[in-house]
């Protein structure tokens, strides 16, 4: 999702000023085709990585496990889900002109427009099951109890990961149940939806002190999945919000709030989570100090030589 906040903003910056201009239709349907691009590029990606993730555990030393891990085989995945990203996209803002995706700025997100009384191809032959396939791709490959029987850890992240299916059953199951007995005012003045907000803190937390070293490459895998597990859950949680939350009485604060937390969850993830961009910060961070330390030293050394010349200068003159 790293790439999704720069045609967001893009968008939301664009609609304004080129609203009245005679092209400004033009230009607000290509921001939004980029949007989208984006948008089914997250969901594809994080199909891809769930499925690497679990072939590499259960079965490393396989030949399908090399096929997906290798470096030709990851160039070929990057550029057929860039393919079908585009293609995605392009049926959806262009071919199915009838109800396309557009940026919406009220909500931080997307929005359709359609044609009066069309049905909505755009929703519910493309996007609701491209989330739809990833959600049930995600949670059946995390959430098997195969990838960690062997693990030492094995039977306490399963209950976790089944924990967090679990709450995305419900939430989506439920939440128009029970929205509508909680009252608009008390809710939308608050940061979205608490109880899921609170949820995945605590998931992120506790992974953060139950993170196990690196011993070995299926620890090391097994460290990734969990990373790639709670980017693809904040995905499916925003697409959920999306599609629910609008219709009930908080409106499309909670699915903006979830949204901000979508864009700015890989970020925080990688930068809390990864052992290899952690190692890499904390080695930037000892060569800057490094280098501010000796550049401190000549800078030392220099006025302390000056200082000296100055003092001996006026001796020699009176000789």
Known sequence: MSELPTSLWLGLLLHHPFADHEHGMLIHSLVSYLFYTFWVH??????????????????????LSSLCTGRTSICVQALAVWLCSGLLALTTQFLLSCCRVQIDHHSYGYSYVRDE???NYSKYYVNLPANIIHTVIFCLFYASHHPFADHEHG???????????????????CSNTVLAFLGSKSITTATGTPIVQH??????????????????????EFELAIQFLCIAAFFSLTWISFNILPTTRLRS???????????????????????DIRRYLSKTDDRKNSQSGSNFRKT??????????????PAAVSL
């Not at 993730?53 to 259960?58: A, D, N, Y």
């Not at 030392?300 to 200068?313: G, M």
């Open 42 to 63: 997250s969901c594809c990606s994080n199909t891809v990585l769930a499925f690497s993730r679990f072939v590499k555990i259960i079965c490393p030393a396989s030949r």
């Open 117 to 119: 009384d069309a049905f």
């Open 155 to 173: 039977m306490l992240i399963h209950s976790l990961v089944s924990y967090l299916f679990y709450t995305f059953w419900v939430h989506s199951c």
């Open 199 to 220: 949820i995945l803190v605590q998931i992120i937390v506790f992974l953060w002190r139950h993170r196990m070293p690196i011993g070995s490459a299926s620890r090391r």
């Open 253 to 275: 604060l909670p699915a903006t709030v979830m949204l901000e937390f979508d864009c700015a969850a890989a970020a925080l993830i990688y930068l809390t989570m990864n052992r």
């Open 300 to 313: 030392t050394i220099h006025t302390h030589c000056s200082s000296r010349r100055l003092r001996t200068a």
